[in-house]
């Protein structure tokens, strides 16, 4: 089903990213209505907002019926409340069962041969010492869901930090996860349409600290290249597997026996694909727009020979003017009136030709 320019497109989540998805979408015509629980948020500055709990399936179907396409920015949406929105939702829900849960993520890249570390589901504390003695030490220990940007992690450098790790996150279900001695981390962005049509991005290197993502750089290192097409392989068979319609984001960490590992899945636009806007002939914002209205995706190709996206966490949007006097950088910031440490305020794009 072709959604024409001049509908409007829902967008669940009112954050940055579903502020630079709606930014995209008006470039091509569209409107956009945002549906969030928080009253305000980046997203308000470009869009129609309806504040309204996800779990209310009531105000969910209304809001349907104002919009001709529905998205979503933020994987934490109740999947339960989504059956009113079936018909209409791009993705479908089923990347939001699989993604949820670490347990569910990893067992589903296994079973489609998606290589990832060696990991065993935690439900209780005792049966973090079964998992320790299955797998051993260093590991981390992650919640099963709702964990993002290093929150509701803890590592373990021997079995004797059981106990720290496990009231470190709350006692809840988790997985653990074997540390392993990767060379890189890289993602890999991909758009697919209904139809099965994909388009993959160049993979960047990504750089984190703290568990948070602060640079993505490409081209990615050569060495990588045969690791990085692996790794796109089995993203495309993850975004086959889902049936998947929009723009999906797949980490691996590149190891040095040769085997990318499949780390995790966002099933949206991802903020390593932030560099796209201008690093890319189109952007991973209007290509998933493209893709959920059923429209021909873009070129991916890069636009630049070197491009390096830097976020600006906490107090580093405090140099915007710093940023603005390199004419060869592009300066994004998502109007969040708090700079928080470790909160994401806006990232820098900086391009070059040679």
């Given amino acids: 089903m072709i959604v024409p320019p001049g509908s409007t497109i829902g967008i669940l989540g009112g954050g940055q990213l579903g502020r630079m998805v709606a930014v995209a979408a008006v470039q091509l015509g569209y409107r956009t209505h945002i549906y969030a629980p928080e009253a305000s948020g980046p997203a308000a500055d470009v869009s129609r907002w309806t504040q309204g709990r996800y779990e209310d399936a009531d105000a969910l179907a209304r809001f349907s019926?104002?919009?001709?396409?529905?998205?979503?920015?933020?994987?934490?949406?109740?999947?339960?409340?989504?059956?009113?929105?079936?018909?209409?939702?791009?993705?479908?829900?089923?990347?939001?069962?699989?993604?949820?849960?670490?347990?569910?993520?990893?067992?589903?890249?296994?079973?489609?041969?998606?290589?990832?570390?060696?990991?065993?589901?935690?439900?209780?504390?005792?049966?973090?010492?079964?998992?320790?003695?299955?797998?051993?030490?260093?590991?981390?220990?992650?919640?099963?869901?709702?964990?993002?940007?290093?929150?509701?992690?803890?590592?373990?450098?021997s079995a004797a930090d059981g106990d720290a790790a496990w009231a470190a996150i709350g006692g809840r279900p988790a997985v653990l996860e074997k540390q392993i001695g990767f060379t890189h981390e890289f993602s890999i962005l991909i758009a697919r349409t209904s139809g099965g049509a994909c388009a993959v991005y160049d993979p960047p290197e990504n750089v984190h600290r703290d568990g948070i993502l602060r640079l993505s750089k490409l081209p990615a290192p050569s060495a990588l290249a045969s690791q990085t097409a692996l790794a796109a392989a089995s993203a495309q068979r993850i975004a086959d597997a889902l049936d998947y319609v929009g723009v999906l984001a797949c980490e691996f960490f590149a190891t040095s026996d040769g085997i990318p590992l499949f780390n995790e899945m966002a099933p949206r636009v991802h903020n390593s694909g932030h560099w796209t806007i201008e690093g890319a002939v189109t952007s991973q914002f209007e290509n998933h727009v493209r893709a959920i209205c059923g429209l021909p995706l873009g070129s991916t190709a890069l636009a630049a020979a070197h491009v390096e996206m830097r976020n600006l966490i906490g107090s580093d949007v405090d140099d915007w003017q710093a940023i603005l006097a390199d004419p060869a950088t592009h300066l994004h910031l998502y109007g969040k009136r708090e700079a928080r440490p470790g909160r994401k305020m806006g990232h820098v794009t900086r391009l070059r030709l040679d």
């Fill in 65 to 157: 019926g104002q919009v001709d396409v529905v998205t979503y920015e933020f994987e934490n949406v109740p999947v339960v409340a989504l059956g009113v929105l079936s018909e209409k939702l791009r993705p479908s829900a089923r990347p939001l069962e699989v993604a949820q849960d670490r347990a569910s993520e990893k067992s589903f890249a296994e079973r489609l041969g998606v290589a990832v570390a060696p990991w065993q589901p935690v439900d209780d504390r005792a049966a973090l010492d079964s998992a320790l003695a299955a797998i051993g030490a260093p590991a981390i220990l992650k919640t099963r869901r709702f964990g993002y940007d290093g929150k509701g992690q803890a590592r373990l450098a």
